[in-house]
């Protein structure tokens, strides 16, 4: 019920963490507006908005479209079932109920 209120109240409202700076928050502020015409990447200028605001200053554009950019992060794996990155979570052993609303008897 606590998140359903936020969500009402709007994106302004939210406590960000300290160590999300300024720019990032505003960033995030502006691409979540309620009015779809009014977010970050759908005025004029598109997508270009969103690369030149001030959180993306200094980022390589172009690395990143070459694939040239080199990850900020990379995961020590010690084979194909490694699942050490991942937290982990105990089984959900409840069984779902079946979904009879017929939304999808035109497929």
């Given at each position: 019920?606590?998140t ?57 554009w ?7 950019l ?7 794996v ?30």
């Open positions: 019920m606590k359903y209120n936020i969500i009402l109240k709007g994106i302004d409202i939210i406590d960000f963490p300290r160590n999300i700076p300024r720019s990032g928050e505003q960033l995030i502020k502006r691409l979540c507006r309620d009015v779809p015409t009014e977010r970050l990447g759908y005025q004029r200028n598109g997508v270009e908005d969103i690369r030149k605001h001030r959180w993306f200053q200094g980022f390589d172009e690395g990143l479209r070459s694939r040239q080199a990850p900020p992060i990379i995961p020590q010690k084979g194909p079932t490694d699942a050490s990155n991942f937290d982990c979570y105990s089984r959900d052993l409840e069984t779902p109920p079946d979904e009879l609303s017929g939304w999808d008897e035109d497929f």
